[in-house]
């Protein structure tokens, strides 16, 4: 009864906490913002407000602007101009449009690169980059830096108390690109004293006594370049922490036009940015002064997907992991950038099935988002992105195939709001279902530069349990190591390599509290610098799971390992661990053929009030995963659903939504007193459907 009545105090808590912080930005009962990406700058002005005219009628409520401006508003050093950018405020006050206005960082003008060639990247082979594409300023250089904290002040001090203006975003999907110019060597350095205090220190955590790198001194340390030495000979404890203060810097950089904002802008304007749904770089979770944070979600690219139709309905798993995962900054985040379309990049690009772009649109609304915005108003006629899709054909005027799903969009969810309705509690059989994936990007960084076998995903492991989650019917979110536990059911850690003692802890007493604990292969294999525990293998976990780790197995390509529970059969292939467990751990699962047949492959014990799990294997088709999980969720008490792969269906603000991204139709069977709002019983592939249940 304790246990209860703390999670639900805390629970209660961390929601009005993060009700509190957004709802000045983002009112309960507007549900979901739509907004676009609208670049006067590439347009005649006498067409401007046609376009900005057009956009309100299409059912838009804000408009994106400045992002790529630089040039527009400082043409040369220390001019600045907005006298452009006040027409197209006013032009937006004059049709009901509110605004989110963007620093326009992440691309330099000409003048800067003339001048100050030292404020750009270097490559890898020590060449300066130049203006002319995204992302290339050198973050660290104090000169750029300067450069920046006048143009972000100058924006700020001008549009900081303008009522259209409800947020900011900072710079366009950070990168934390390797930078290998002097000024980054410095920084690293002082990032490094910062963190070691001593060479020795560092030496230690680096193993720098292998291959005579030794260093009698901070100054002799450089970033580590696998251009010149190599991916076999570069240092993995050196790579990692290139790439933590690569994303710390990022995360400095992006608070450092926060704070200026701060001290200008009204406290209901939001700071932002959107980072890419899949993004191995930039951590959000450093970030300290961004409200939220936002991602980017395009359904074309050029993939096969899921059934003969998934290339023209786009990757389910985009939306799906960012949807959570951004929400651990701020509580809340949403699509900033949503294409509706064909794109430039993509290995092909073909047309979306009608329905797509709004079924995504549906997809991120559903998992709590409260922006949805999309890039571009207009096709533009020129340069690199000639063939990006806006929701504007390049006459300038007839809605693309997506524009018309955006109107559709908006049109419902002005329908949706109608029917809201404060204070819906979550129902009790999806409240029993709740699930934590613990994750971070740490653990990417580390795994994925030894992955030990070609077939492993790193980025998409995780994935697949939110996968299986989400065909339960489960309430999903990602956390970090962090994050309080005790008001989920359930809590998944995959492939979690580098732990601590105070993290078992903290797992072991959740566990003891009464949770349920599934951890997966690759966790507990190393420390926080990514060295090998001396001992047994995942040494610190061994007495959580109750067996230890003997040995680990990887297949060629083409041959099948097999695992055998409950008389099935599992096929492997990229890896399996060989568990050897204690007296008073049962086994789930063992291997059924190779030389250890009879090893154990997945074991499972009780502590205090609660069970963990432990899967030594990764199966192709995740099948053992599932039922293992299914067996968790049930033996909790938990009702579970069986979705196919693809078709998810979430519960937000007392609606039910379902989206599809299957090439099947699928018949949802709801409860006779529920009501449809939107769509039908029959969800077709790229559909969507509404409902809510009549008792609410």
Request: proline share 4%; glycine share 8%; aromatic share 14%.
């Given at each position: 009864?304790?246990?209860?009545?703390?999670?639900?105090?805390?629970?209660?808590?961390?929601?009005?906490?993060?009700?509190?912080?957004?709802?000045?930005?983002?009112?309960?009962?507007?549900?979901?913002?739509?907004?676009?990406?609208?670049?006067?700058?590439?347009?005649?002005?006498?067409?401007?407000?046609?376009?900005?005219?057009?956009i309100?009628?299409?059912g838009?409520?804000?408009?994106?602007?400045?992002?790529?401006?630089?040039?527009?508003?400082?043409?040369?050093?220390?001019?600045?101009?907005?006298?452009?950018?006040?027409?197209?405020?006013?032009?937006?006050?004059?049709?009901?449009?509110?605004?989110?206005m963007c620093?326009?960082?992440?691309?330099?003008?000409?003048?800067?690169?003339?001048k100050?060639?030292?404020?750009?990247?270097?490559?890898?082979?020590?060449?300066?980059?130049?203006?002319?594409?995204?992302?290339?300023?050198?973050?660290?250089n104090s000169?750029?830096?300067?450069?920046?904290?006048?143009?972000?002040?100058?924006?700020?001090k001008?549009?900081?108390?303008?009522?259209?203006?409800?947020?900011w975003?900072?710079?366009?999907?950070?990168?934390?690109?390797?930078?290998?110019?002097?000024?980054?060597?410095?920084?690293?350095?002082?990032?490094?004293?910062?963190?070691?205090?001593?060479?020795?220190?560092?030496?230690?955590?680096?193993?720098?006594?292998?291959?005579?790198?030794?260093?009698?001194?901070?100054?002799e340390?450089?970033?580590?370049?696998?251009?010149?030495?190599?991916?076999?000979?570069?240092?993995?404890?050196?790579?990692?922490?290139?790439?933590?203060?690569?994303a710390?810097?990022?995360?400095?950089?992006?608070?450092?036009?926060a704070?200026?904002?701060?001290?200008?802008?009204?406290?209901?304007?939001?700071?932002?940015?959107n980072?890419?749904?899949v993004?191995?770089?930039a951590?959000?979770?450093?970030?300290?002064?961004?409200?939220?944070?936002?991602?980017t979600?395009?359904?074309?690219?050029?993939?096969?997907?899921?059934?003969?139709?998934?290339?023209?309905?786009?990757?389910?798993?985009?939306?799906?992991?960012?949807?959570?995962?951004?929400?651990?900054?701020?509580?809340?985040?949403?699509?900033?950038?949503?294409?509706?379309?064909?794109?430039?990049?993509?290995?092909?690009?073909?047309?979306?099935?009608?329905?797509?772009?709004?079924?995504?649109?549906?997809?991120?609304?559903?998992a709590?988002?409260?922006?949805?915005?999309?890039?571009?108003?207009?096709?533009?006629?020129?340069?690199?992105?000639?063939?990006?899709?806006?929701v504007?054909?390049?006459?300038?005027?007839?809605?693309?195939?997506?524009?018309?799903?955006?109107?559709?969009?908006?049109?419902?969810?002005?329908?949706?709001?109608?029917?809201?309705?404060?204070?819906?509690?979550?129902?009790?059989?999806?409240?029993?279902?709740?699930?934590?994936?613990?994750?971070?990007?740490?653990n990417?960084?580390?795994?994925?530069?030894?992955?030990?076998?070609?077939?492993?995903?790193?980025?998409?492991?995780?994935?697949?349990f939110?996968?299986?989650?989400?065909?339960?019917?489960?309430?999903?979110?990602?956390?970090?190591?962090?994050?309080?536990?005790?008001s989920?059911?359930?809590?998944?850690v995959?492939?979690?390599?580098?732990?601590?003692?105070?993290?078992?802890?903290?797992?072991?007493?959740?566990?003891?509290?009464g949770?349920?604990?599934?951890?997966?292969c690759?966790t507990?294999?190393?420390?926080?610098?990514g060295?090998?525990?001396?001992?047994?293998?995942?040494?610190?976990?061994?007495?959580?799971?109750?067996?230890?780790?003997?040995?680990?197995?990887?297949?060629?390509?083409?041959?099948?390992?097999?695992?055998?529970?409950?008389?099935?059969?599992?096929?492997?292939?990229d890896?399996?661990?060989?568990?050897i467990?204690?007296?008073?751990?049962e086994?789930?699962?063992?291997y059924?053929?190779?030389?250890?047949?009879?090893?154990?492959?997945a074991?499972?014990?009780?502590?205090?009030k609660g069970?963990?799990?432990?899967?030594?294997?990764?199966?192709?088709?995740?099948?053992?995963?599932?039922?293992?999980?299914?067996?968790?969720?049930?033996?909790?008490?938990?009702?579970?659903?069986?979705?196919?792969?693809?078709l998810?269906v979430y519960?937000r603000?007392?609606?039910?939504?379902?989206?599809?991204?299957?090439?099947?139709?699928?018949?949802?069977?709801?409860?006779?007193?529920?009501?449809?709002?939107?769509?039908?019983?029959?969800?077709?592939?790229?559909g969507?459907?509404?409902?809510?249940?009549?008792?609410?």
């Amino acid at each position: 009864m304790k246990r209860i009545i703390s999670t639900v105090t805390m629970s209660f808590f961390l929601v009005t906490v993060y009700a509190q912080h957004t709802q000045r930005f983002f009112p309960n009962e507007q549900l979901i913002t739509s907004g676009i990406y609208y670049y006067p700058e590439h347009w005649k002005r006498s067409q401007w407000e046609r376009d900005i005219k057009k956009i309100s009628e299409m059912g838009f409520e804000f408009v994106h602007l400045a992002e790529f401006a630089w040039f527009k508003m400082e043409p040369q050093e220390g001019k600045f101009d907005f006298t452009w950018l006040d027409e197209v405020m006013s032009l937006c006050a004059k049709y009901h449009l509110k605004v989110i206005m963007c620093t326009p960082s992440a691309t330099t003008p000409t003048w800067m690169r003339l001048k100050y060639p030292e404020t750009f990247i270097m490559d890898g082979h020590y060449i300066r980059a130049e203006n002319g594409t995204r992302g290339l300023g050198s973050i660290t250089n104090s000169k750029y830096r300067f450069f920046v904290k006048r143009i972000v002040a100058e924006l700020a001090k001008r549009y900081g108390k303008n009522k259209h203006i409800i947020g900011w975003q900072i710079d366009n999907e950070p990168p934390a690109v390797t930078d290998y110019s002097p000024s980054s060597q410095i920084a690293f350095r002082h990032w490094l004293k910062e963190k070691y205090k001593t060479i020795d220190r560092l030496n230690e955590a680096w193993g720098t006594a292998f291959w005579s790198q030794w260093f009698m001194r901070f100054e002799e340390v450089i970033i580590p370049n696998t251009n010149l030495v190599g991916w076999w000979g570069n240092n993995p404890h050196a790579l990692l922490d290139l790439k933590r203060y690569l994303a710390d810097s990022q995360a400095e950089f992006l608070d450092l036009q926060a704070g200026i904002l701060k001290q200008y802008c009204m406290k209901e304007q939001f700071a932002t940015t959107n980072y890419t749904a899949v993004c191995t770089g930039a951590d959000a979770s450093r970030t300290k002064r961004l409200d939220f944070a936002t991602y980017t979600a395009y359904p074309n690219g050029g993939s096969d997907n899921i059934g003969s139709e998934g290339f023209r309905i786009g990757n389910s798993k985009i939306v799906l992991f960012a949807a959570e995962y951004y929400k651990q900054v701020g509580g809340v985040t949403g699509v900033m950038e949503m294409q509706p379309g064909p794109v430039n990049w993509g290995s092909y690009n073909p047309l979306l099935l009608p329905g797509t772009v709004r079924m995504w649109l549906y997809h991120s609304f559903a998992a709590g988002g409260k922006i949805a915005c999309s890039y571009r108003f207009r096709q533009i006629l020129y340069s690199s992105e000639q063939y990006h899709t806006g929701v504007i054909k390049t006459d300038g005027i007839t809605p693309s195939q997506g524009g018309e799903e955006y109107i559709q969009f908006n049109k419902e969810i002005k329908q949706l709001r109608e029917l809201y309705r404060p204070n819906i509690v979550m129902p009790e059989k999806l409240a029993a279902r709740k699930t934590a994936i613990v994750w971070n990007l740490e653990n990417f960084w580390s795994i994925d530069r030894q992955r030990q076998t070609y077939q492993w995903d790193t980025w998409n492991y995780p994935v697949r349990f939110l996968e299986i989650a989400k065909s339960f019917g489960a309430p999903v979110d990602i956390v970090d190591a962090t994050t309080d536990l005790s008001s989920y059911k359930t809590v998944i850690v995959p492939a979690y390599e580098m732990v601590d003692s105070a993290m078992v802890k903290k797992w072991r007493d959740y566990i003891s509290d009464g949770g349920n604990l599934i951890i997966t292969c690759r966790t507990g294999v190393k420390n926080n610098m990514g060295h090998f525990w001396e001992g047994e293998a995942a040494a610190p976990v061994a007495n959580l799971i109750g067996a230890n780790i003997s040995a680990t197995d990887m297949l060629s390509y083409g041959n099948k390992g097999d695992v055998l529970m409950n008389d099935a059969q599992y096929a492997w292939n990229d890896w399996a661990e060989l568990l050897i467990p204690f007296s008073n751990t049962e086994v789930l699962a063992t291997y059924n053929n190779q030389f250890y047949k009879g090893k154990a492959a997945a074991v499972k014990r009780n502590i205090g009030k609660g069970t963990v799990v432990y899967i030594g294997v990764c199966t192709d088709d995740a099948k053992l995963e599932t039922e293992i999980m299914k067996q968790v969720y049930t033996q909790s008490g938990a009702t579970i659903e069986n979705y196919p792969t693809g078709l998810y269906v979430y519960w937000r603000d007392g609606f039910y939504i379902a989206v599809n991204y299957s090439s099947d139709n699928y018949s949802m069977k709801l409860s006779g007193n529920s009501k449809i709002i939107i769509g039908d019983t029959i969800v077709k592939p790229a559909g969507v459907l509404v409902w809510k249940d009549g008792l609410q």
